[in-house]
């Protein structure tokens, strides 16, 4: 069968719905789909048996044209040995010309077995698509730790490529999908890894992709209690704490709350930088956010060249007279 359509991972959870990045690469594969005369967007769904007419509607709403379902309630969470074996079937049965799959940790794995097992190229971590000469998939990557972009052909089909959440925006038209149900024998799947347990993990912190309002540390917060202002900060602007990569690295951020290239790609509507330099890796990270905010002690820091609003100055007196401002606002509110 000639490769035909691009086929997009849709990975969702029954308590959150559809996965934004799933959304912003319909609408991505939109545009590339008006390029490459008749072919059709596809999303594989895996998961249990359940009803699936909203997530279908929904689908279509972002642009598929297909959505394939493959249900059992083994398929309830994700399962290293099932999830990737079963997108590859799909993917051998109806043979596309494109995959696309979110870079999260569910969309690596799928892509790395999937990209193995058809023997095809993956470029990973996309910072944009397009179709380039002979209708391939032009994939462009951050390269040379973030100070090169590399734009990527890959000649042989199904051409893959995994994109960070956030990268694209996601919108919807009129549009509705047609669903596709498939049965595939799970107990033939080789079982490699067994899940033995499910610890969630307890963190008291919301979420920075789809954070409104992000305050954002740097190493010029890890000292002296600095990372206990931006906490505070947030808390008065009921913003989501976030931070550099340097902040990770000293242990006064959760991975998951780490920004940039190797991080999170965040779209808040405002971002509050404070102590960050904004290296490239960091630039990659914001560069989708409404405003941003910067508080930095010295004048020719880079992050200054991209911040809408600049502060110069040290932050342990800014930060703290600007909570006692946020105090007295809201004790004039009370009043
Ligand atoms: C392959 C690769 C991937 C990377 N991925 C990421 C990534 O995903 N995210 C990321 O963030 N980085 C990433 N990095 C690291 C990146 O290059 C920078 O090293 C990092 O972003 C710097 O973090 P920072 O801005 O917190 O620290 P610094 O660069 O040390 O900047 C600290 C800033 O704080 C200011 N400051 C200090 N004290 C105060 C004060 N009292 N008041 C106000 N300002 C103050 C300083 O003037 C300075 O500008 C990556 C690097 C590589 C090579």
Not at 286 to 298: E, L, Q, R, Y
Request: with cysteine; aromatic share 6%.
């Amino acid at each position: 069968m000639e490769p035909n359509g691009i086929l997009i991972y849709g990975e969702f959870t029954q308590d959150y719905g559809i996965r934004n990045v799933v959304k912003q690469l319909l609408t991505k594969s939109r545009e590339l789909k008006e390029k490459i005369w008749n072919q059709r967007i596809c999303v594989c769904l895996i998961g249990p048996r359940i009803n699936y007419e909203n997530i279908i509607s929904e689908l279509g709403s972002y642009g598929a044209d297909d959505v394939i379902i493959v249900s059992d309630d083994r398929l309830k969470e994700y399962n290293h040995n099932f999830h990737p074996e079963i997108f590859t079937q799909i993917a051998k049965k109806y043979p596309p010309r494109i995959i696309l799959l979110g870079a999260t940790e569910q969309g690596k794995e799928i892509a790395s077995y999937c990209s193995t097992k058809l023997e095809t190229g993956l470029t990973a971590d996309c910072s944009d698509l397009d179709i380039g000469e002979n209708n391939l998939l032009l994939s462009t990557r951050p390269t040379f730790g973030g100070q090169l972009t590399a734009d990527i052909l890959c000649s042989t089909f199904p051409q893959m490529a995994t994109v960070m959440e956030n990268i694209f925006k996601a919108s919807q038209i009129e549009h509705s999908a047609n669903a596709i149900f498939n049965w595939i024998d799970i107990d033939k799947i080789e079982k490699k890894v067994e899940l033995v347990n499910i610890i969630k993990k307890n963190i008291n912190t919301k979420t920075i992709e789809n954070a409104k309002i992000i305050v954002s540390g740097g190493s010029g917060a890890c000292k002296d209690n600095g990372f206990a202002l931006i906490y505070q900060l947030a808390q008065k602007l009921h913003a989501t704490v976030a931070g550099s990569r340097e902040a990770y690295e000293r242990g006064f951020i959760t991975k998951s709350q780490q920004v940039g290239q190797t991080g999170k790609i965040v779209s808040p509507d405002i971002y509050i930088a404070i102590g960050i330099s904004g290296a490239n890796q960091h630039l990659t990270g914001i560069k989708n956010s409404g405003k941003i905010i910067a508080v930095n002690k010295d004048k020719n820091a880079p992050i200054f060249e991209h911040a809408d609003i600049g502060i110069v100055g040290d932050l342990f007196e800014i930060i703290p007279n600007l909570i006692r401002n946020l105090d007295k606002k809201e004790e004039d509110n009370d009043q």
